[in-house]
């Protein structure tokens, strides 16, 4: 983040005085992108940890995270903000993929998703090998009958 200033603030040394300087404000930086207000809950949660973490008032859906002045350092203070809020572990590499808000609430979903569907797979895969520990157990049992 940027502050205009007119002059620097000077030690009596000619240095400059660090203390002096002002406090950025925790606006959103203009954006070529107009701020689009979250939607949804995941939207507004992820928004509310990029303010935290990017000190910011707001973010808007479609802001870049390092457009806003985030770096791999805050990305990984975010990740481990939606970790501890979603309950989910996610890679770094996830926010470097998914730069938005937007973006990054669609892969939380895709992965929820991803999810499901896998356990789907194993008790799908779970029911066949129980299916077939029977049919084994009903060919011994019918070799033993006969």
């Known amino acids: 983040i940027y502050v205009l200033l007119k002059t620097l603030p000077l030690t009596p040394n000619g240095k400059l ?17 107009a701020y689009i207000a979250p939607s ?13 973490v990017l000190c910011l008032n707001r973010v808007g859906i479609h802001d870049n995270f390092f457009d806003l002045g985030g770096n791999s350092l805050l990305a ?18 996830k926010l470097f993929q998914y730069p938005t808000v937007s973006s990054f609430a669609g892969s939380l979903k895709d992965r929820a998703g991803d999810q499901v569907r896998l356990y789907r797979v194993e008790n799908r895969a779970k029911a066949r090998r129980e299916a077939i520990i029977r049919r084994k157990e009903q060919k011994k049992e019918n070799k033993i009958i006969v």
């Open 17 to 33: 005085d660090r203390k002096a300087l002002p406090e950025p404000d925790q606006v959103r930086p203009e954006m070529a992108q």
């Open 40 to 52: 949804n809950d995941v939207e507004r949660k992820l928004s509310g940890i990029w303010c935290d």
């Open 76 to 93: 990984i203070q975010v990740i481990e903000r939606v970790r501890q809020v979603f309950g989910d572990d996610i890679p770094v590499i």
